[in-house]
């Protein structure tokens, strides 16, 4: 499909954290754009921050129950949120019944990919930040990559970032057309790519209402490494302990990011997580030619992405408050990890909102043991996203689990509804305590109404 050529384009749940930076690429204005401007119109249950923004930019978005009969007379293409391919899979047959050509989010992302050299940056745990860490270091070396993130660049103010040639460096082979794309695993989305750089933070449990267990995810990442081409790279960690059934069968060098030096580093975000994710910049920039020296410089002054370790302000009474996207235990820890480096003999108050029933009860013990880093513990209901309701499962549940390992009752709480969380933080945050909101859900909400 060739997207130059589309004149008027439909994205349904036009307002997620994906869908929407496709939505902003046709969007994108003269003199940085992948496309000629076209008509974008979209639906999505409820507006958000996201929706305002695109109608800004000039989307026409409707809300409420999506429908087919809201796709505008004279549409060209339909993309959808892979969402509804679980939720609504009724509707999503609708649309297929329809002679508009239709494509997924990765089908587009894959559409994309295939005239371009394309990053992709996988794993488990940290893909956001080492996207938002790698589109930084390309940005700032002049190269001009198209960027498509999971999240909201800090910088750039935005979860898109439209390539250009770069007439003055004309001898260069990548200005302009690299790619800089989150590959997320789930369905095995990341397979519509065609990477020639690809990156593999870690492999860990999750996922696991789509996959099996971690042979099922190892053969999907496995796929994924025999796309690489030989003139390509595969930067990675190849002691991980998951990593030799994915890496057998690769085509492509493989480079360990583990072996880039870290001296000169002095990121902004604590946590040695985030070493890693700036050890794998290091590892893409200097594969790409980058001085050493350009790419610290360019890691040293990351701004972060939104809700990933993001300051939002300071309650009435002196708390700090942060949100964060959190949602395995693994990222809990390191989350807690990085706040208890940052403030030593802080009080750290965490929020968090569980997300699914199905990783909450797969990852169960995982989650009860992953909150030792705080002081206390306020858990709300699960943000059940795409499930139907699982009684067998609660936040009540996991209070109660976390509460009998720590032997502190006072330690855990488990309130049932934001004005609770609310109100129960009002009362108790004192000056210098550090809140985080924490959970892939809308818990950030919670973050703002204490502050506001």
Partial sequence: MDFSKIKSVHVIGIGGIGTSAIARMFLCPEPRREVVRVR??????????????????????????QTVAEIPEGTDLIIYTAAIEVAEPAFLAEIKKLSIPSLSYSE???????????????????KTTTTGMVATVLIDAGLQPTVIIGSVLTREHSNFVAGASD???????????LFVVEADEYRRSFLSLRPKILVINNLDLDHLDYFKDMADIQSAYATLVAKVPKDGVIITDPTHPHSAPVLAGAHA??????????????????????????QVALAVGRFLGVPREKIVLALNGFQGTWRRFEFLGETSSGALVYDD?????????????????????????VVFQPHLYSRTKTLFDGFVNAFGGADEVIFIPIFPAREMLDPSISSDMLALAVKKLSGEDS?????????????YLKDNAKKGDVVVTV???????????ILN
């Fill in 411 to 423: 330690r855990v709480t488990s309130l049932h509804s934001f004005e609770e969380a609310e109100n």
């Fill in 40 to 65: 974008v119109s979209g639906s999505d249950r409820a507006p958000s921050e996201i929706t305002d923004e695109l109608m800004k930019l000039g989307a026409e978005i409707v809300f409420g129950e």
């Fill in 167 to 177: 007439p003055a460096r004309p001898e260069a082979d990548h200005s302009g057309k």
């Fill in 108 to 126: 587009a992302l894959g559409e994309i990919s295939k005239d371009k050299t394309t990053i992709a940056i996988a794993g488990t745990h940290g």
């Fill in 325 to 349: 996207y959190a949602h395995n235990p693994q990222k809990v820890r390191a989350l807690l990890a990085g706040l208890r480096e940052k403030f030593p003999t802080q009080k750290i108050r």
């Fill in 253 to 278: 060098p493989i480079l360990d990011y583990l072996s880039e030096s870290v001296e000169g580093l002095a990121l902004p975000l604590p946590g040695a997580h985030n070493i890693l994710n700036a």
């Fill in 439 to 449: 959970g892939a859900g809308d818990v950030y909400k919670i973050a703002k109404n």
